[in-house]
């Protein structure tokens, strides 16, 4: 072979050594010029062709880290810085994206490493000590979201994690735990507008797969809840958090049903108990727990345990206070007790929020009764009930008003005489009210009476002999009205 023919062989060899860096660095320009004009996608393609002619070179990978960073592509960013700082661990842009990677990421302690170790290759890098800051910053929301959550501040923690998420914003960590304490404190939407989020990019994510369980199941849609939870531990079958959450859901929703089954059986000790054992399953089921409380009500009420009831339907309201069967049945038990003040509060609730016809007439009624409450109670005066016949009525005023007789008082104090004559004219009011068909008609419908109702003495007045028990005669101070003996 001739010297010429083996220059001949060489100097392909050398060239093409040449030929593959000038290659690469061509594509790495070409990836500089379109990162510049910001088309981030045609960047990244030219690094990764620089990268597949020269994959040993660490620039080339920190440049696509930059570039994937800027799609937001987190992950694969932090892949290519690490390969960078392995390729030249002096290599200080990789170092510190490597470190924003983490932070963006949500892992302050990796960030914190890397960052260091800029700071050892350059220790006046004011960029690398304003990221460490930002890292310590992200460590103390994580702490204080810990502790939050551990007190069950659950306020607390979606504070902590919004201020987390404005340096991790990339963090499904972070996320989720947002996410989670928003549905514990009832705020359905927006932990499920957090999770579904989620798992637009990733449909495996556990987690984001649990909290949307979560939601469900506080929105007492419990049988799509236990879906989602079942789904959960498929991706993650050690996830502790859905397994608890998929057994409390079985055994409330067996437990409720267990009771409304009773209370259609009109066994209403067995349902008041069982709904009492439901309550005790999940105490931050808000929606089902207050659903739960206005059933017990219910069942106390066919129980006459009407006080208890309240309380129940007191319970509920504190819970969900749009909750419209809540405020009904307490309404009607204040009304069964009496209480009706109370129960024209809660019946123009009701109405405020719903204007139907039946919520209207319920108002009514309570208000009718409320005014006839503020009245002289006539039949408590005769000590008869509502449905007393006008025989019964008879007998009653006799004996009160032999009863309050002024004469049988005639040794007492002048208080005790005084007490005792007021008393004697309203038994007299209330016989002349009740044995008067017309005039018991108006009392009872609530309408307002003339003053033709009291005594005072004088009038139609007079004096009536009666029968006393030890058979004497007295006269009773009474109004003109025949009574057939």
């Known amino acids: 072979v001739s010297v010429e023919n083996c220059t001949f062989f060489m100097v392909p060899f050398v060239s093409s050594s040449i030929s593959v860096k000038h290659q690469a660095e061509g594509f790495k320009e070409q990836g500089n010029a379109f990162y510049s004009k910001k088309e981030y996608s045609e960047a990244f393609n030219y690094y990764t062709k620089a990268i597949d002619v020269s994959p040993k070179n660490a620039s080339y990978y920190g440049n696509r880290a930059a570039t994937l960073m800027m799609l937001c592509r987190f992950r694969e960013a932090l892949e290519d810085s690490q390969q960078a700082v392995r390729l030249d661990d002096c290599f200080m842009k990789g170092h510190l994206r490597e470190g924003k990677c983490h932070l963006l990421l949500g892992n302050a302690m990796a960030a914190n490493r890397c960052f260091q170790k800029v700071l050892e290759l350059e220790p006046s890098n004011k960029e690398a000590e304003q990221e460490n800051k930002t890292a310590g910053t992200l460590l103390e929301y994580e702490r204080m979201a810990d502790f939050g959550f551990e007190k069950r501040d659950f306020r607390k923690v979606v504070y902590c994690m919004d201020r987390a998420l404005v340096v991790a914003s990339a963090c499904h960590r972070f996320k989720i735990l947002k996410a989670e304490c928003l549905a514990l404190l009832g705020r359905y939407p927006e932990a499920q507008s957090v999770a579904s989020d989620i798992l637009r990019m990733d449909s495996t994510n556990a987690d984001a797969l649990y909290v ?20 959960a531990l498929r991706m993650a ?30 066994n209403y000790e067995a349902a008041y108990q069982l709904y009492t054992e439901a309550l005790t399953i999940d105490p931050n089921n808000i929606k089902t727990n207050a659903k739960l409380y206005c059933n017990r009500a219910t069942a106390g009420a066919k129980l006459k345990k009407l006080n208890q009831a309240i309380d129940d339907c007191t319970s509920a309201i504190k819970l969900d206070d749009t909750y419209i069967k809540a405020y009904l049945r307490r309404a009607q038990c204040y009304m069964n007790t009496e209480q009706y003040e109370e129960a024209v509060r809660d019946y123009e ?16 009624t309570a208000q009718l009764e409320l005014k006839k409450s503020k009245r002289k109670d006539y039949y408590k005066v005769l000590g008869v009930s509502k449905n007393a016949t006008e025989d019964e009525i008879k007998k009653a005023y006799r004996k009160r008003a032999l009863m309050h007789h002024p004469d049988r008082h005639s040794a007492a104090t002048p208080e005790v005489q005084k007490e005792e004559e007021k008393k004697f004219k309203e038994v007299g009011e209330a016989f002349t009210v009740l044995s008067d068909p017309k005039k018991k008609m108006r009392y ?15 009038g139609d007045c007079f004096y009536q002999n009666v029968c006393c028990e030890n058979g004497l005669f007295k006269k009773v101070f009474t109004r003109a009205v025949k009574i057939t003996r």
Do not use: M, W
């Open 237 to 266: 079958p050690d996830h502790e958090k859905a397994r608890l959450a998929c057994r409390n859901a079985k055994a409330l929703k067996a437990k409720k049903e267990e009771g409304n089954q009773a209370f259609k059986n009109c």
């Open 444 to 458: 009872d419908s609530g309408h307002d009476l003339e003053d033709e109702g009291s005594c005072d003495g004088g």
């Open 212 to 231: 949307r369980g979560l939601c469900l199941y506080y929105e007492d849609c419990i049988d799509k809840a236990v879906q989602f939870f079942v789904q």
């Open 349 to 364: 609730k009701v109405y405020q929020t719903e204007k139907t016809s039946d919520h209207k007439h319920l108002l009514k």
